[in-house]
């Protein structure tokens, strides 16, 4: 069991996106002393490829805490920079590098993350989307303690969620942030008072997260329509599911599932209207509610229509 008493005050914070916003500021709100926030350095952004500020650098600053954005972690020059804030324990949220066995070791009450899953379910990069991805019913947020492994670290206190038939990775993603958040401060509260109780992680029942690639958003209607759905949410906002359609590619969003038996080619189109595409799949009726052409904004199929015409009976992936 870990008991911390109050020796959790020197606190140094590592994150980069939008999703280690919410943990960060969770633990502003809770008051906590936050020495430094590290996250990395300000990238070209937009059409215009000025630099523009992670999103955890903009809300620390506000907050007058130090930033820190090293390029490079596994320096000595680096780690010298760290001991000499003397931290108690190091906070991850979503920082995006493998942190190196001798920072994670560096404060004496070590380093523990806040992961977008269920642990050991779904290790890696992308454990949000892989959710979607396979149709699970549930996800959550897992405060573990980090250790060398790709999240194999002890679990100290799991938070779950459903997820909805309508969730997307991005819908999630705001989900996840602010239990992550809402679960750090608990966490946190729970080592003070000696009730977090550490648990090894049942490596037999681990499935991997691995990065997304383009590769993926390629529709296969053969598939069944629930399968499709869950590729298309998983997907969204990247890399995008997409169909082709006239030589040119057609990204859908919003699926629902209709459960009828089939009787067209999977991947016609056999209504085009204000409801949405209605594709037939390898098992089942796809509706999509939104479409996106090559060089055109996201938008739903009846204002699509309104602008260009998809016939009734062509078939998707031709």
Known sequence: MIDMGETINRIIFMG?????????????????????????????????????PPPVKVLAEDAGIPVLQPEKIKTEAFLNEIRALAPDMIIVAAYGRILPEALLSLPPLGTINVHGSLLPKYRGAAPIQWAVLNGEKETGVTIMQMDAGMDTGDILLPARIPIEAEDTSGTLFEKLALLGGKTLVRALEGMRKGEIRPMKQDDSQSTLAPPLTKEQARIDWQQSAWKISCQIRGLDPWPKAYTELSGGRVRLFSPTVQSQQVHEKPGTICAADKEGLLVATGDGYLLAREVQRDGSNRMPVEAFLQGQKIDVGACFGN
């Open 16 to 52: 980069t996106p939008d999703l280690a916003v919410a943990s960060l500021q969770s633990l502003i709100t809770n008051k906590e002393n936050i020495v430094a926030v590290i996250t990395q350095p300000d990238r070209p952004k937009g059409r215009g490829r000025h630099l523009a």
